[in-house]
């Protein structure tokens, strides 16, 4: 009699676990939105990344996108970061997404950080230090460069100055030097002067 009743609620668990399992291969392939949420909830970002990447499969929305690069960046996957990044810079629409983004992120932020808060920079800032960070120290450059067109300024918290953060802290002399050739021919906007003298101050 005791056998009996094990084997029906092994049997039982059984069927419990290959319902779980489909089930959780369904949630996965069908809703990867809800389950990149649950993953980002948890703090699980390289999750998140991977369900993230198959919603914006599905869609090829940049909405998706950017979550993207989002998680990526969270999840500190310089891999995927430069993947998703380099697409989400070369959208259309990403100039005035990120407008968008930046508008609607700010409401989030304290009144103290929230000026200097822009959506676009954060893309590209780490972008560029993936870059860096896996070696690529010309690709690095070059993107800083491409994220300030002639007559942009020097804005906070651009590519460049998180590049110059990100070398001094490596102590990277070589790689400062190109930096500081780089920035010394920009011309800060008024009103972002004091801005770049403390990038300046990293590099020299």
């Known amino acids: 009699m005791n056998n009996i009743i094990a084997k029906t609620a092994l049997k039982?668990?059984?069927?419990?676990?290959?319902?779980?399992?489909?089930a959780f291969g369904v949630a996965s392939l069908g809703f990867p939105q809800h389950m990149?949420?649950?993953?980002e909830n948890?703090?699980?970002?390289?999750?998140?990344?991977?369900?993230?990447?198959?919603a914006y499969s599905y869609s090829r929305t940049i909405e998706n996108l950017s979550r993207c690069v989002d998680d990526s960046i969270l999840a500190g996957d310089?891999?995927?970061?430069?993947?998703?990044?380099?697409?989400?810079?070369?959208?259309?629409?990403?100039?005035?997404?990120?407008?968008e983004r930046t508008s609607a992120d700010r409401?989030?932020?304290?009144?103290?950080?929230a000026s200097d808060y822009?959506?676009?920079?954060?893309?590209?800032?780490?972008?560029?230090?993936?870059?860096?960070?896996?070696?690529?120290?010309?690709?690095?450059?070059?993107?800083?460069?491409?994220?300030l067109p002639e007559g942009s300024g020097f804005p906070?918290?651009?590519?460049?100055?998180?590049?110059?953060?990100?070398?001094?802290?490596?102590?990277?002399?070589?790689?400062?030097?190109?930096?500081y050739n780089a920035v010394k021919v920009l011309t800060p906007n008024s009103g972002e002067e004091e801005y770049?003298?403390?990038?300046m101050a990293i590099l020299t």
């Open 156 to 179: 906070a918290n651009n590519a460049y100055a998180a590049l110059a953060v990100r070398a001094n802290l490596k102590s990277d002399a070589q790689f400062l030097s190109e930096l």
């Open 78 to 99: 310089y891999v995927n970061v430069i993947n998703y990044g380099e697409l989400l810079v070369s959208e259309e629409d990403f100039v005035a997404f990120a407008e």
């Open 118 to 147: 822009n959506y676009y920079h954060v893309v590209y800032g780490n972008l560029a230090c993936a870059k860096y960070n896996r070696g690529d120290s010309e690709g690095a450059l070059a993107t800083a460069k491409e994220s």
């Open 42 to 54: 948890l703090n699980g970002y390289s999750f998140a990344t991977g369900y993230a990447g198959l």
């Open 196 to 199: 770049y003298g403390a990038v």
């Open 12 to 22: 039982t668990l059984l069927v419990l676990i290959i319902a779980a399992i489909l």
């Open 36 to 39: 990149a949420t649950l993953f």
């Open 107 to 113: 409401e989030k932020l304290s009144t103290e950080s």
